[in-house]
T-cell receptor
Framework: DAKTTQPPSMDCAEGRAANLPCNHS???????VYWYRQIHSQGPQYIIH???NNETNEMASLIITEDRKSSTLILPHATLRDTAVYYC???????????????FGKGTLLTVNP | GAGVSQSPSNKVTEKGKDVELRCDPI?????LYWYRQSLGQGLEFLIY????????KSGLPSDRFSAERTGGSVSTLTIQRTQQEDSAVYLC????????????FGPGTRLLVL
């Protein structure tokens, strides 16, 4: 799977949009971009994923650049409960192999401030 | 329930004792995974189940670790003769099927071996 690069930390004011960047310049055409987050002392929580189109769900929006080398996770109205480590990973889209083994990098620690 | 559940949430044991950790996956999910996360570390894959079979046990650290799944649902991870280095958060995840499907995590079991 392609590697990802994320800033180690970010701050955001409560109620504002949080925009978390991720670089994945070596991504292959058959790899999805996934985002998870982990709130302190909890299990990882799936947020969103996409292949090349922008995606939106009840939690967040995912914007993927046209060349697919980077993406941005957007939390439109951050709350204090969104303080967590956010992980951007890429996963092969096809079945087979051992692509079920998830690995997280260091992620971005997002701190939402009151 | 709507999500993956794990029990117990916390376990403190003495070195040399056996422990059993339980995972209830999302109803209908055929794939189940166990991971381990040590303090400040990333995810460490342990084992993958498809139905009741475990096609990939490659991540189990030693023969003290074993896991089973019955009825295509509940899974138990057993650690025999626990050691202090086994202290970690043990995470269970499930997905609708194996391979590239989105994995949803439980809250984890925090194991402390004294």
């Amino acid at each position: 799977d392609a590697k990802t690069t994320q800033p180690p930390s970010m701050d955001c004011a409560e109620g504002r949009a949080a925009n978390l960047p991720c670089n994945h310049s070596t991504i292959s055409g058959n790899e999805y971009v996934y985002w998870y987050r982990q709130i302190h002392s909890q299990g990882p929580q799936y947020i969103i994923h996409g292949l090349k189109n922008n995606e939106t769900n009840e939690m967040a929006s995912l914007i993927i650049t046209e060349d697919r080398k980077s993406s941005t996770l957007i939390l439109p109205h951050a709350t204090l409960r969104d303080t967590a480590v956010y992980y951007c990973i890429v996963r092969v889209a096809r079945s087979g192999g051992s692509n079920y083994k998830l690995t997280f990098g260091k992620g971005t620690l997002l701190t939402v401030n009151p | 329930g709507a999500g993956v559940s794990q029990s117990p949430s916390n376990k403190v044991t003495e070195k040399g004792k056996d422990v059993e950790l339980r995972c209830d996956p999302i109803s209908g999910h055929t794939a189940l995974y166990w991971y381990r996360q040590s303090l400040g570390q990333g995810l460490e894959f342990l084992i993958y189940f498809q139905g009741n079979s475990a096609p990939d046990k490659s991540g189990l650290p030693s023969d003290r670790f074993s896991a089973e799944r019955t009825g295509g649902s509940v899974s138990t991870l057993t650690i025999q003769r626990t050691q202090q280095e086994d202290s970690a958060v043990y995470l269970c995840a499930s997905s609708a099927s194996g391979g590239r499907e989105t994995q949803y995590f439980g809250p984890g079991t925090r194991l402390l071996v004294l």
